[in-house]
């Protein structure tokens, strides 16, 4: 368990590395970059205790991804919230004569406060 601003640091640079092939990373980590902003008093509270093992658990377990072959159509899966903005590049391999759909890669960014009030377009 980090027992500091700079453990936390280096445990998110560490999954931030990873990102792209983290479900859902986006809505993971929130609560852990808000414990880095310089006003905050460390405390690791239920909810910032619950992020960094679910995000630690990310790193112990293997995602299946594809490999891009350009010859196939991908599929592109898109998803907005009030937390973050996401996506997820998908294509249909064929694996032991079946037709497998998979994760090629994910895209995410988390929304900043100042954005969260922007209205809809």
């Known amino acids: 368990m980090p027992q500091n601003k700079k453990e936390i640091q280096s445990f998110l640079g560490l999954e931030g590395y990873y990102w792209k092939h983290i479900k859902y990373f986006a809505s993971i980590p929130g609560p852990l970059y808000r414990l880095c902003d310089k006003n905050t008093v460390f405390e690791m509270t239920v909810g910032r205790v619950k992020a960094f093992e679910s995000l630690g658990q990310t790193l112990t377990t293997a995602p ?37 759909e998979g994760p090629i890669c994910f895209i995410f960014r988390q929304i900043k406060p100042t954005e969260a009030r922007y209205g809809q377009s």
């Open 64 to 100: 299946l991804l594809l490999m891009p072959d350009f010859n196939l159509p991908f599929k592109l899966y898109i998803d907005a919230s009030g937390d973050g903005l996401g996506a997820a590049l998908h294509q249909v391999h064929i694996i032991n004569d079946k037709p497998v």
